[in-house]
Structure formats: structure tokens, C-alpha cells
């Protein structure tokens, strides 16, 4: 015969060991279990939204996702940034050269002599060149430095454009009011 006690001890060893075992197979695979359960209900998630009508009519549907695979632009981020931001003067220079540069043209058109014109080129020029000498990173310059007398001479034109554009054409004579004098104690017929 045993003892009870040596047979009580073996089975809470035996018991202990057993739970041990099977809190370590727990421990592996609660991980993958909850992960398909989790995949499965926000599958379940998503098809009963798709059934309600959830994803119908949302902003931008059916349309291309703006700026995915266009070209490799190491600075998009930034770009991104301030164009959702509405924010100017804002970034490394070799940016806001970018952004000038497309600007230009509207800004030239608003000054009205040709010395401001080329001073504007000038300066512009000038800090395409002085961003291309630094030494501190950031982006590459890409922006070229622009042709002044080209600029002047394209200014010109689109000046002249717009002064035969905006003055009246000579054939339409002013229509002429005429009005009579009326006196006192006379009655109009």
C-alpha cells in the first residue's frame, strides 16, 4: 500500500505540471486564434457596411487617387503638406523656387513697366542660383533660372494682349441722351 500523502502529492505535481503545459499551449496560440478572429469579424464588419450602403456615395469614388504613381518625388510629403495647408513662404528654398516658378508669369503680368519686370527676373535668377551654391542638403534644385529678355519680350506681348482685348472696338459710337429743357408752366405733349 502507499501513503495517501505521497499519492495526494503525486497527483498536485501531475496537476501542476499539466496546467503548465497547457498555459504554455495557450500562450502560442491565443496570438494566431485572436488575429483570425479579429480578421474575421472586420471582414464581417466591412460586408454588412457594404450591404447597408455605407461606402456608397463617399467623396471621390470612382475617381483616381491623386498623385499615386505619377513619378518619384523624393519631397511629396512636404509638398503635400503645404498645398493642404495652404501655406506659403514655408520650406527649403529649392520648394518655394518650385512654387514661384509656376507663378511667375501671373505675378509679371501684374507689374506695369519693364524695369520691374527685370528686376523681378533678376532676383529670381538670383536665388535660383544662390540655392543651387548651398552646401546645407535638402532637396536638389531642379528650377532653371529664366531668359530675361525672353521673359520681357513674352511680358510684352501678353500686354499687348490684353490692352487690345480690354479697349472697346472704335465702331460703337456713344448713344447720345437727349433731354429738353422744360420751362415753367409748360405742359409735355
Known amino acids: 500500500m502507499t501513503d495517501p500523502r505521497e499519492a495526494a502529492a503525486r497527483y498536485r505535481a501531475q ?6 503545459d497547457e ?4 500562450d502560442t496560440t491565443p496570438g494566431a486564434a485572436a488575429a483570425v478572429d479579429r480578421a474575421a469579424f472586420i471582414e464581417s464588419a466591412i460586408q454588412v457596411a457594404i450591404r447597408r450602403g455605407d461606402f456608397d456615395d463617399l467623396p471621390g469614388a470612382g ?3 491623386e498623385g499615386l504613381g505619377a513619378h518619384h518625388d523624393p519631397d511629396w510629403w512636404i509638398r503635400r503638406k503645404i498645398e493642404t495647408e495652404n ?11 518650385r512654387t514661384e ?5 501671373a505675378q509679371l503680368n501684374l507689374l506695369g ?5 527685370r528686376s523681378v527676373l533678376e532676383d529670381f535668377n538670383r536665388r535660383v542660383i544662390e540655392a543651387r551654391r548651398q552646401l546645407q542638403g ?20 501678353r500686354r499687348a494682349a490684353r490692352s487690345s482685348a480690354a479697349s472697346p472696338p472704335a465702331s460703337v459710337e456713344p ?9 415753367r408752366g409748360e405742359r409735355p405733349e
Open 113 to 117: 513697366r519693364e524695369d520691374d519686370v
Open 63 to 65: 475617381k483616381p487617387i
Open 87 to 97: 501655406l506659403t513662404g514655408l520650406g527649403p528654398p529649392a520648394i518655394m523656387l
Open 15 to 20: 496537476r501542476q505540471a499539466d496546467e503548465r
Open 101 to 105: 516658378d509656376r507663378e511667375l508669369d
Open 23 to 26: 498555459e504554455s499551449r495557450v
Open 138 to 157: 535638402g532637396p536638389p534644385v531642379v528650377t532653371a533660372p529664366r531668359d530675361v529678355d525672353a521673359e520681357v519680350a513674352a511680358w510684352r506681348e
Open 175 to 183: 448713344r447720345r441722351r437727349r433731354f429738353r429743357l422744360r420751362r
